[in-house]
């Protein structure tokens, strides 16, 4: 039986979510219904990006500057999310075989667009949660014997590098690095780093296509190339591209790519992917095993049978991808590039340490710097506490500075405001 005291706590959590509920869908409602129109595009972009700024929840008073981590899902997809959790809670379905938590379905609905999306075959898709997953499915599913060699870099994310590292402790898996100049200053270097690196027992390179340390772009392409050239497969990790940047894995060439479209799709979280190529889908082991992990005719959806699944999460995916391809991911990526460039440009007059790329091919959507003897948490902590202004970075004064294209060039002048009052208040100037 309940008391009063508990009684009243519980009403006032009840209350409590009905009035998250209540501002949440209201935010929803106030968002724009549609895009803006593309003319205006032309017209101003300003005023454009301006208006796609409405799509969001983040408030109008907070820049948020670490899409790097994680991106904000715009109006469409949440949406999209809540529909999608109307219609399959009602377990209605005509057919009474078909369950919303089904996890044994082809998904094919939500794996055709992002297959067209990101340039390859659906059959060489499977939907998992993020790259992190799908990394751990490339580690532990290629047959590799004690003494043979993975090839990476020094700035490869934990989800990346971990899986090899548990491999390695368990079967004798070689890991072995590249360490990357910072800044990489052209594709060349980075070519010749791995080139030199090869062994007679390299099986495997594996690589962030956009590295998590300093935002370098690789040139994957060639990396690929390299890869197939010598007989080892190339495996990327892909967390921050699709959204950011246009992405063709056909025409990358590699053999398995991994993705977290919650970064720069905006796309919900708990959403990935692992491309396996057709060619090598039958060299790879399932790590986790139900119904159909042996079904060749399956071909990359065997990776994606884990049991049930997340269908509301897919159609927010879905609409993610929907969401990119009505603004134009050469437009997106146009507006990264843009964005990141004039970042850039700001630090670099007040003096901070480029740790990103002087070749405009090696960068793309972030700006990193390092900013001695200025301390990165307490300057992330100053920003968001006072200015409402999010930032990430490293240990101990790295700035990882992100530019979503929902932000605007007077975010950026502002957090640069703010960066100098913080060393002028803390005697750095």
């Known amino acids: 039986m309940l008391d009063r005291r508990r009684f009243l706590s519980s009403a006032a959590s009840l209350a409590g979510a009905f009035a998250f509920r209540q501002e949440l869908f209201a935010q929803l409602e106030k968002a724009p219904s549609s895009l803006p129109n593309p003319a205006l595009y032309e017209r101003s972009q300003d005023i454009y990006w301006d208006e796609l700024r409405q799509q969001f929840l983040?408030?109008?008073?907070?820049?948020?500057?670490?899409?790097?981590?994680?991106?904000?899902?715009?109006?469409?997809?949440?949406?999209?999310?809540?529909?999608?959790?109307?219609?399959?809670?009602?377990?209605?379905q005509q057919d009474p075989e078909d369950y919303p938590i089904w996890g044994y379905a082809a998904w094919n609905e939500f794996r055709d667009p992002l297959a067209a999306f990101v340039g390859c075959n659906r059959d060489e898709?499977?939907?998992?949660?993020?790259?992190?997953?799908?990394?751990?499915?490339?580690?532990?599913?290629?047959?590799?014997?004690?003494?043979?060699?993975?090839?990476?870099?020094?700035?490869?994310?934990?989800?990346?590098?971990?899986?090899?590292?548990?491999?390695?402790?368990?079967?004798?898996?070689?890991?072995?690095?590249?360490?990357?100049?910072?800044?990489?200053?052209?594709?060349?270097?980075?070519?010749?780093?791995?080139?030199?690196?090869?062994?007679?027992?390299?099986?495997?390179?594996?690589?962030?296509?956009?590295?998590?340390?300093?935002?370098?772009?690789?040139?994957?392409?060639?990396?690929?190339?390299?890869a197939r050239s010598k007989g080892i497969l190339s495996a990327v990790d892909g967390a921050h591209v699709p959204g950011m940047m246009e992405l063709n894995l056909h025409e990358l060439g590699c053999d398995l790519y991994s993705a977290s479209p919650h970064k720069w799709l905006q796309a919900p979280k708990g959403t990935g992917f692992l491309f396996?190529?057709?060619?090598?889908?039958?060299?790879?082991?399932?790590?986790?095993?139900?119904?159909?992990?042996?079904?060749?005719?399956?071909?990359?959806?065997?990776?994606?049978?884990?049991?049930?699944?997340?269908?509301?999460?897919?159609?927010?995916?879905?609409?993610?991808?929907?969401?990119?391809?009505?603004?134009?991911?050469?437009?997106?990526?146009?507006?990264?590039?843009?964005?990141?460039?004039?970042?850039?440009?700001?630090?670099?007059?007040?003096?901070?340490?480029?740790?990103?790329?002087?070749?405009?091919?090696?960068?793309?959507?972030?700006?990193?710097?390092?900013?001695?003897?200025?301390?990165?948490v307490d300057l992330e902590n100053w920003l968001w506490k006072m200015h409402k202004i999010r930032i990430r970075g490293g240990e101990p004064s790295k700035l990882r500075l992100s530019t979503p294209y929902y932000v605007r060039k007077k975010d950026i002048d502002y957090f640069l405001e703010k960066f100098d009052q913080y060393r002028k208040e803390k005697g750095l100037a």
Request: glycine fraction near 6%; proline fraction near 6%.
């Open 58 to 92: 983040i408030p109008a008073d907070e820049v948020y500057l670490n899409n790097g981590t994680v991106g904000s899902s715009p109006a469409p997809v949440l949406r999209a999310i809540f529909d999608s959790y109307n219609q399959t809670e009602k377990l209605d």
């Open 125 to 226: 898709i499977a939907l998992v949660r993020n790259a992190t997953e799908g990394n751990s499915y490339i580690a532990n599913g290629i047959d590799m014997k004690a003494g043979d060699e993975v090839l990476m870099t020094d700035q490869e994310h934990p989800g990346g590098e971990q899986p090899w590292q548990l491999r390695a402790k368990r079967y004798g898996v070689v890991v072995r690095k590249v360490t990357l100049p910072k800044p990489v200053h052209d594709p060349v270097q980075v070519l010749n780093l791995f080139q030199d690196a090869i062994t007679p027992r390299t099986r495997v390179i594996f690589f962030s296509h956009i590295t998590t340390v300093t935002g370098a772009v690789l040139p994957a392409k060639e990396l690929c190339a390299l």
């Open 276 to 376: 396996v190529r057709d060619e090598v889908i039958d060299r790879m082991w399932n790590t986790i095993a139900t119904e159909g992990w042996d079904d060749a005719k399956l071909r990359a959806e065997r990776f994606q049978r884990i049991g049930s699944s997340n269908v509301p999460a897919l159609a927010g995916m879905r609409a993610a991808i929907q969401f990119a391809n009505q603004i134009g991911m050469a437009r997106i990526e146009r507006r990264h590039r843009e964005l990141a460039n004039y970042m850039l440009s700001g630090m670099m007059k007040r003096g901070a340490e480029s740790w990103t790329s002087p070749d405009p091919t090696l960068r793309c959507a972030i700006a990193t710097v390092n900013v001695p003897p200025v301390q990165r």
